[in-house]
Every structure is written in C-alpha cells, then in structure tokens.
C-alpha cells in the first residue's frame, strides 16, 4: 500500500472529501496535526503522497507560529525531490513560498462559493469548470517560477498552479461542502464572513445549495490527478 500523509494546521481543516479519492486510488492515510510533538522529526520526504490543509494563520507569521518555517524547510526538500504533494489554502500558499514565490495580504476577503475560471481545460481543474466551490482566504501569492497557472477567480488571479504533474496548489476549497466541521468555519471566522459581504445564515443557504455539487467535482479533480503522478 502508498502512504498518504495529511498535515493539519488547525482542527477544523482536514481533508474532509478529497478522502475518498485518495484512499481509492490506493493509500493508506494518516494524519498529523502541527502541534504534536512528533511533528518537528518527521522525514517529510517519506510518504508516498504528502496533502498540506488549510489554517487561518499566514506564511509571514512565523514569530507567532514557529513550525512554519521549520515545516517550510523540510517542504522545501521534498518538493526538490518531486514527491508528490497536494496543497490546499495555507497548504498551497506554503508550496508557493517554499518554490520561491511572495505570499502577502490580500485586498479582499474571498469568502463564500463561487465558480473559478479554469485555464487549461485538459488539467484535472476541468471537473471543475463552472462549479461554484467554496473560497475562504485573504493573503494570496505570486506564481512560482516554472509553475503552471491552472485557475483564477474575480477576486485573485492566482487560484491554482502546478509544478510538473506531482505538485498541485490549491487555493479554494473544493473537499468542502458535506463535512459538518463547515459550521466550526462559520462559528471561528465571523469577521471573514462580515467582509465579504455574508452573514452566517447567507452562508449556510449558500452552502447547503453548492456543498455537495462542489465535493463531487473536486473529488473527480483529485482522483484524475493522482492517477497521473509519476
């Protein structure tokens, strides 16, 4: 069997419905949260396939979150290696900054379900195309060098990228629209949801008529691209 190594930043952002690809496509996963001890020793070369989640905190906050840098370090080898590895939101702003890109605050806040502009239409984004998915982010990033733009949204340009076919960033949140910790989102980030223009009840209507058409299609999205890693 392949490994599967989920990293959480916080709780309430895991992997929720890009599991079922995942473990289709043959691996066993397992799961470590930043605050375990265990964390800061880990290889994270080693796993066959490495899937970096979300978390409200940014890439330039490293006096406050100190793992950052330590997680961005030993990232930076294993994407020099070309292991695979997915990430989603701070996930893939950490990829963007270990490839050499600006990650910054943003001029908005992107938060609620909204369809991205998919660029390459042969990408595994195609599953995507005109499906509104769930958005909730408001620091953004340059395109690494090499990388390839794969999607852009109204708010920000750059919404998805790849390196090669083993890396893949992911700024949205298209495994989001069934799990129930989307009410923890809700209860966490008021003030997110304020600035975009959303009140939490607007939030959850919106929610309960996109969630389970944004799964589905993300979870075709990430079943197409792990059945083309090298």
Known sequence: MKSALIIRHVPYEGVAGYRRPIEEAGYTVDRIDVCDPAFSSLDLREPDLLIMMGGPMGIYEQAEHPWIRCQMRRLALRLEA?????????????????????????????????????????????????????????????????????????????????????????????????????????????????????????LRAIHDRHGAGAVTAGRAMIGEWLSTLQ
């Not at 695979?84 to 701070?90: D, E, R, S």
């Not at 909730?136 to 340009?157: I, Q």
């Open 82 to 202: 070309d292991r695979p590895t997915l990430g989603v939101c701070f996930g893939a702003q950490m990829i963007a900054a270990a490839l050499g890109a600006d990650v910054y605050r943003g001029h908005a806040k992107e938060v609620g379900f909204h369809a991205i502009e998919v660029l390459d239409a042969e990408s595994p984004l195609r599953h995507l195309a005109d499906v509104p998915v769930l958005h909730w982010h408001g620091d953004t990033f340059t395109l690494p060098p090499r990388a390839e733009l794969l999607a852009s949204s109204h708010v920000y340009p750059h919404q998805a990228f790849r390196c090669g076919r083993n890396v893949l960033a992911l700024q949205f949140h298209a495994e989001m629209g069934e799990d129930p910790r989307f009410e923890a989102w809700v209860e966490q980030s008021p003030e997110d949801i304020a600035a975009a223009g959303h009140t939490p009840e607007s």
